[in-house]
């Protein structure tokens, strides 16, 4: 990986006032059937596509991220995303950042702590967030994106990159560690890849295991940035929140712009479908308005 100057390279999803692209008011065309849900090996990382690596700055925290081009990897034009074949991870999108400053503020406030915590990225893409949640402690750090393209070629090198004085590769085995904390990466349709989540919690087998341990109780933090511009896809991941947060305090911190114009979702749209569904409850925890964009937000989600 070659060093960049660049030093923020952040893109903007559906910022203006009207679609562009895929989204413009044509009908939209049914999607393919999405790839069945797998785990990516660390050791699956992807050798044959250029990565060129740069700095991302978080106020005082610097992060590395790595910068491939579409095209290489997915043989498409430099597009945002095509629905249902690649869902935009091997940009970094702006709320992306939002979420790890929010995070940062939660933890100096004493609100948030990841020591010891299981926590998932959904819609990973770099996953600088989740980087960010092994850095601070966490105990298990679990990566999602749709595309395992998007795994092989950015959210593995990334955490190599970011982590790697902390990084150990476990011999034989399929996670990763970060000073302690096991690393792994799954990709999949949220409508599907609960079946391979390792600490989604499954009722019959936790009411009848017989080993004495804990039983499993799913992830005490799920992070989550730029994942509800879609309204189709809202219902499968809202179900898989559902199913992968801990019923014993577990939390969702979710940045997200207001309104994606042109397809319908944004935090207003999708926590009117929390507050219907009455298990979770919603608190504001950052916003982002600085005039030249579209309002972006933080929230925090609560089991009630
Ligand atoms: C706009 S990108 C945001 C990436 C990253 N969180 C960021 O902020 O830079 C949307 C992310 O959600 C994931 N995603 C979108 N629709 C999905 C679906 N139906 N199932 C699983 N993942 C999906 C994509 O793979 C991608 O990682």
Redesign the pocket.
Known sequence: MAGNSNPNP??Q?FSGSTATGFFDSSPEPPLPP?PPPLEVLSSEVSSDVKCTLEQVEVDDLTLLKGRVSTKEVFGLPNS??V??V????L???????D?IRALRKEVQDGHLSFAGKRVL?????????GIFACLEGSAVVHF????AE?VRCLTIPNTNVNLSDKFQSTAGSEANSCAGAELRFF?????Q?HEILPHVPNPEKDVTSSSGGNPVSGYDIIL????I??IP?QQ??YG?IKKCVSNSGGVVYM?AKRHYFGVGGGTQQFLSMVEKDGIMTAALVAEVADGSSNVREVWKLSIK
């Open positions: 952040v893109f999803l999405p945002d995303l629905p249902g690649y869902e935009g991870g940009k970094l999108w702006e709320g992306s950042m979420l990225e959904l819609g990973c893409g770099h996953g600088l967030p999602q994106d749709f595309n998007v990709a999949g349709d949220w409508s890849v989550m940035a730029e994942t511009y879609s896809a499968s991941l898989l940045a």
